[in-house]
């Protein structure tokens, strides 16, 4: 096969969406490929500091604004409707500005629905064919209506997530009836990228918490874990705060180790050596605690109905321990957390189930 040029977009809301396009880069330029990369902010140095020599071009974000409050969280994102819409329809312009000058031979899009040309090959990814709306079924379906109708304009739409069962995101990435260009993709972790996982087992044991997720929610829920990490002196924490503009504060306790954020060769034996790993429960970090077997403590973001669904989802289906922000006490929750099931217990995944289905895509693509 020849060499491709890919372009790869993931979407801004979070850094979650870019951290599992990095696997996917990886392979495309281990195949051959020229991989370009668009995106801005924390999402841009995300990707350099993965791939230094990866040339990023700048893509405005969608610049979302999130509630600080749980009962507004879902009204004050429907309110930027509107502003999603205008995004969308300035990503397809740029699209067809820079297809112009680099000539890509196909277009990887997570979650950004404007970037997608007729004439250029283009791939959706998402694992949330059914949006929670928060406003019961009629709403759920509705708005799955006008979704179906958005990924239609896109060649194919790769379903991150195992196919034929439950899967790991349940009915997110499981409904009734699934677009006819869908291809499930299985897990996507950059937790996979660096070979065998490394044996920790001689490491001291200590509780890793991994902050993610949309300001200002995940700096309270940062509040809320180093004071009461500062009343367990007997338990060793590690706090990777996932926001590399915001610095460590001043005169932590011996006991707790902080990052204000680490790439996923860092990340990987960090996760791996944990005994308990406590975190929201977005799907993306949800995917690396799988691959992984770890246990975790699910502390869902207030008011977003995807992370509050999944919680709820795990704890129903295998046991994992869950809590609100507002209720979370690390005296009484960690030692729950520990006695409950590794994420993902019994789910038949791997790190490279995406790899035949990107390969036949590609092959598709390859020139003549």
Not at 65 to 83: A, C, D, E, N, V
Not at 126 to 147: E, K, M, N, P, V
Not at 298 to 321: D, I, N
Not at 348 to 364: H, I, M, R
């Amino acid at each position: 096969m020849k060499s491709l040029k890919i372009l790869v977009a993931p979407l801004d809301w979070g850094l979650g969406h870019t951290t599992r396009c990095l696997p996917l880069i990886r392979y495309l330029q281990e195949q051959g490929h020229t991989v370009v990369a668009a995106a801005e902010g924390h999402a841009a140095r995300l990707l350099q500091e993965n791939f230094p020599q990866l040339e990023v071009l700048a893509l405005p974000g969608y610049r979302i604004g999130y509630s600080r409050h749980k009962r507004m969280f879902t009204t004050k994102l429907l309110l930027q409707i509107p502003k999603i819409i205008r995004a969308i329809k300035a990503e397809h312009r740029w699209l067809r500005q820079m297809q112009e000058d680099h000539h890509f031979d196909g277009v990887i899009s997570d979650n950004r629905y404007g970037c997608y040309l007729p004439s250029l090959p283009s791939v959706i990814l998402t694992h949330q064919l059914q949006i929670q709306t928060g406003f019961g079924s009629w709403a759920d379906r509705r708005l799955r209506y006008c979704h179906y109708a958005l990924l239609k304009k896109f060649q194919q739409c790769w379903i991150v997530d195992v196919g034929g069962t439950s899967g790991l995101s349940g009915k997110l990435a499981h409904p009734d009836v699934t677009p006819g260009h869908a291809r499930y993709l299985g897990l996507l972790s950059q937790c996979t990228m660096f070979g065998p996982i490394p044996d920790t087992a001689t490491q001291p044991p200590y509780v890793l918490a991994l902050l993610s997720g949309p300001e200002p929610m995940r700096s309270q829920l940062a509040q809320i874990l180093l004071r009461q990490m500062a009343g367990l002196p007997q338990q060793h924490f590690v706090l990777v705060a996932g926001n590399p503009s915001i610095p460590a504060p001043a005169q932590l306790p011996a006991h707790i180790t902080y990052y204000t954020h680490l790439d996923a060769a860092q990340l990987q034996p960090l996760i791996v050596a944990a005994s308990l790993v406590i975190c929201r429960s977005g799907y993306t970090t949800l995917m690396d605690l799988t691959l992984l077997q770890k246990k975790a403590l699910l502390v869902p973001t207030p008011g977003q109905t995807e992370q509050e669904y999944l919680a709820a989802y795990h704890r129903k289906q295998h046991g994992v321990h869950t809590c609100t922000q507002q209720e979370l006490s690390l005296v009484r929750d960690m030692p729950i957390a520990l006695d409950t099931p590794a994420i993902g217990t019994g789910l038949e995944a791997s790190g490279d189930q995406f790899k035949p289905v990107v390969d036949a895509w590609l092959f598709s693509r390859a020139p003549a």
